[in-house]
């Protein structure tokens, strides 16, 4: 059960697919119930509800994703009913509220994954940080999950039982950690991957841009991939400064163009206000790419600060510092590089996850 499944662009719909992938590999039969979405793929295994919107407006609580609930409703009795899971695993807490009704009904237990925790997060919505819990309340699901150890804690402080961590993850045989050379113009190159919502911070990395460009004669470029409801204001951003020769905006692009752009970066900026995992986080380790990453999610344990340069959320002034580091010590970024990939085959891959999550299940239906 999930907001988004590809190829609707989402870190929750990457997740999905390789959990399904993992589990099909383990034997198992699976079905998806989703949002209705042009960008998601039809199959037989895939059954939509509600309103047709767009894979940007499925991250919005809108007119047409809450109207859309009541359909979900009804649609999860007829979907349950022919699939007879023997778990339900959902990842977005309004849909297992509306779906949750169906599966006391059937008897079938809920798993629910947290991609993000909002109600203590005081950069969300005053409705969505109330309304989260009071949902997840409401689902009775069996079990939680959440990417983080900081996440697990909130929620466990809040009173919810059976919680347990389960990191985002990434298959590392897709990311093979093989990088080019740097250009032989002498430009460092920084890339910039996420979806072009207020949430990734874009307008700070802007900012950091035009503030590294004052204090560097190195030369430097930024491309930025991605698309979303912020992608005009970024691009007005951009022209208003000048930055048009330093930045450039890709738009989406298909995964194998992304590993190609990541073999010929010298970085990754991750410049988001708040995140869990950041897929792009886990992506860039596998590919032996360095990053600099603002300290959230899992990032905010100071452990972590060998596998990536950390600046505070929300401040330019500390990102163009730490991409400033990168410009001018060569070492350090190897050293970040490295200890980024060890960490990201040690922890982060998927057979391991699906493992864990298999464990998880087999303690539910127990």
Not at 69 to 91: G, M, N, Q, Y
Request: hydrophobic content about 40%; some cysteine; proline content about 4%.
């Amino acid at each position: 059960m999930t907001k988004k499944y590809p190829s609707a662009i989402g870190g929750d719909a990457v997740v999905v697919s390789n959990l399904e992938r993992q589990q099909i590999r383990n034997g198992h039969a699976t079905a998806i119930l989703t949002s209705r979405c042009e960008a998601i793929e039809e199959d037989v295994h895939v059954h939509k509800f509600g309103f047709t919107d767009t894979a940007e407006g499925l991250d919005r609580i809108s007119c047409k994703r809450l109207l859309s609930l009541p359909i979900l409703f009804a649609k999860s009795f007829s979907v349950v009913r022919r699939e007879r899971p023997d778990i339900i695993h959902t990842h977005s807490i309004d849909l297992t509220f509306f779906v949750s009704f169906a599966a006391r009904r059937y008897r079938i237990p809920i798993v629910h994954t947290f991609h993000i925790v909002s109600f203590n997060d005081l950069q969300q919505s005053f409705f969505r940080r109330k309304v989260e819990l009071l949902l997840l309340r409401g689902s009775r699901v069996r079990a939680v999950t959440a990417p983080n150890g900081y996440e697990v804690y909130s929620l466990r402080r809040a009173g919810v039982q059976n919680v347990h961590l389960l990191f985002n993850g990434v298959d590392p045989g897709d990311w093979d950690g093989r990088r080019v050379t740097s250009a032989s113009d002498g430009v460092f190159r920084f890339i910039a991957v996420g979806r072009m919502e207020k949430q990734k911070g874009y307008s700070c990395l802007i900012r950091a841009v035009e503030r590294l460009g004052a204090i560097s004669d190195r030369p430097f470029h930024l491309t930025i991939v991605g698309s979303g409801s912020e992608h005009a204001h970024v691009s007005s951003l951009i022209d208003d400064l000048g930055l048009e020769t330093r930045v450039s905006l890709a738009g989406p692009l298909p995964p194998k163009k992304v590993r190609e752009l990541y073999g010929e970066s010298d970085a990754l900026v991750i410049s988001s206000l708040w995140e869990t995992t950041p897929l792009t986080l886990l992506e860039a380790w596998a590919s032996g790419l360095p990053v600099i990453c603002t300290r959230v999610g899992i990032l905010r344990d100071e452990a972590y600060d060998r596998v990536a340069l950390m600046a505070e959320p929300g401040s330019s002034e500390a990102l163009s510092s730490k991409m400033l580091l990168a410009l001018s010590d060569d070492g350090l970024l190897k050293r970040v590089a490295c200890n980024g990939s060890t960490e990201v085959r040690n922890n982060y891959g998927w057979t391991k996850i699906a493992t864990r999550l298999q464990h998880l299940y087999a303690d539910v239906l127990s």
